[in-house]
């Protein structure tokens, strides 16, 4: 699939940014290719351990946005998982809150677009709405 082919490309712009000093482009290719990981159905429990390396990474390298969309599309898993599902959702909504507080509409935009994926892969319909 288009979405498949990403992968392996975002892979080597992670790399090559890294190489290069470009931290930004670098962090911004590997959360890319973890939302294409997701999006093409990759099994949740391989999902959830790349993620948690790449907090990692993102917390070392100190790219904040990224890692924060990182944590949300985590805690999106984890709840798939069925994984501490109440402090997902306290997490989702402490990232809404400084997501609105500090006006990153494409923060909040992103949050409610990935409780939006939870709610509808378990038909919780009323919710969704």
Not at 31 to 46: A, K, Q, V
Not at 57 to 86: N, P
Request: hydrophobic letters at 45%; aromatic letters at 6%; one cysteine or more.
């Amino acid at each position: 699939s288009p979405l498949q082919d990403t992968i392996a490309p975002l892979l080597k712009g992670y790399q090559a940014g890294l190489e290069i000093g470009d931290n930004d482009r670098a962090c911004w290719c590997l959360m890319g290719r973890s939302y294409h990981l997701f999006f093409i159905g990759r099994g949740l429990g391989s999902i959830q351990n790349e993620l948690e390396a790449t907090i990692h990474v993102m917390t070392q390298l100190k790219q904040d946005a990224a890692r924060l969309r990182i944590i949300v599309l985590l805690t999106t898993v984890k709840k798939l998982l069925g994984i501490d599902t109440e402090a997902g959702d306290e997490m989702m909504d402490s990232v809404l809150s400084t997501a609105t507080s500090t006006r990153d509409f494409s923060l909040a935009a992103h949050v409610n677009l990935m409780k939006l994926e939870v709610f509808v892969c378990f038909q919780e319909w009323e919710e969704a709405i």
